[in-house]
C-alpha cells in the first residue's frame, strides 16, 4: 500500500479505501451524476453580448444596452462576462473602466476630499492654496462641520511641534483621546518620547531617514536578483556621495 499511495501521490488511507471497494462500488463511479445546469441571470443575455461583439460594437453601449433590456443581477457579474467573451472569442482585451465614465454637469463644482484635506493641511505662507476651494471652504465647513475641527486639531499639533515647549504635548493627548483621532494620539503616546524630542530639540532626524529610504530604494532593485556582498557595493557606490560617511569602519565583516 505505501508503494501504491507513492506512485498515485495519494494518501494511504486512500488506497486503503479504494482496496476494500466492492465491484458495485467501483462501477457506481464509471457513472457520474449528471446535475441540472441552474439557470443563471446571464443565460437570456450571453447570444446578445456575443453577437453584439461579434459585430464590433463598443462593449460600453453593450453594457448599457444589456441593463437597458432589464438585466437585474450584478453590474460587476455584467462587467466580467462581457470582458470574458470578448477576450475568449475574440482576442480582445479590455481594460479598467472601460463600461462607464462619470460625467457632471457643467454648473457643478467638484471638489474632492483629498483636496480638501490638502486645502486644510498647507501651512507653508509661500504655498498657494486652490482659489476655488478658498471661495467655498465657508460653505464646505457649513455643511461639514468635521471639516473645521480636522484643521483646528492638525493647526494646534503643526503649532505645537513647531515650539519648543514639550510640556504642551500631554495636554494635547488628554484634549483629544477618544475623540475623532483617538488612534493618532495612541500612537502619539506609544512613542512619547520621541516626540517630545522632536518639540524641544533643533536636531532633524531627516539625513537619516533620507539615507534608510535610499538603501531600502537599492534593496528592493536588488531582490531576488543579486547576493549579499554585490548589495553592499551597490550601497557603497550610492553613499560616496557622502565622503564623510566611512561605511567600511561600519561593517568590518564583509571583504573590501
Not at 66 to 85: A, C, D, F, P, R
Not at 127 to 154: A, C, H, N, R, V
Request: proline fraction near 3%; aromatic fraction near 12%; glycine fraction near 4%.
Amino acid at each position: 500500500m505505501n508503494r501504491l499511495a507513492e506512485e498515485f501521490s495519494i494518501n494511504i488511507v486512500t488506497v486503503r479505501k479504494y482496496i476494500k471497494m466492492t465491484k458495485e462500488e467501483i462501477d457506481y463511479l464509471a457513472m457520474p451524476t449528471n446535475y441540472k445546469k441552474r439557470k443563471t441571470v446571464m443565460d437570456d443575455y450571453l447570444n446578445i453580448i456575443y453577437k453584439m461583439l461579434r459585430d464590433n460594437i463598443n462593449p460600453a453601449i453593450i453594457f448599457t444596452y444589456v441593463l437597458s433590456k432589464g438585466y437585474t443581477g450584478s453590474k460587476k457579474t455584467l462587467e466580467n462576462y462581457i470582458v470574458l467573451l470578448n477576450k475568449n472569442n475574440f482576442g480582445k482585451i479590455l481594460y479598467m473602466n472601460w463600461q462607464y465614465t462619470y460625467d457632471y454637469p457643467s454648473d457643478v463644482t467638484i471638489i474632492s476630499r483629498k483636496q480638501l484635506l490638502v486645502y486644510i493641511t498647507t501651512m507653508d505662507p509661500k504655498k498657494e492654496k486652490s482659489i476655488l476651494i478658498t471661495s467655498y471652504i465657508d460653505i464646505i465647513k457649513l455643511q461639514y462641520p468635521i471639516l473645521g475641527e480636522l484643521e483646528t486639531m492638525f493647526k494646534e499639533f503643526h503649532q505645537m511641534m513647531m515650539g519648543k515647549e514639550e510640556t504642551s504635548l500631554e495636554p494635547y493627548i488628554e484634549k483629544y483621546t477618544e475623540s475623532r483621532i483617538d488612534s493618532f494620539v495612541q500612537s502619539i503616546k506609544k512613542d512619547i518620547t520621541s516626540v517630545k524630542n522632536a518639540i524641544s530639540f533643533q536636531e532633524s532626524s531627516g539625513f537619516v531617514e533620507g539615507n534608510n529610504n535610499k538603501f531600502k530604494l537599492i534593496k528592493r532593485i536588488l531582490y531576488g536578483r543579486s547576493n549579499l556582498v554585490n548589495l553592499f557595493k551597490k550601497s557603497n557606490l550610492a553613499f560616496k556621495m557622502c565622503p564623510d560617511l566611512d561605511i567600511y569602519s561600519l561593517v568590518k565583516w564583509l571583504p573590501n
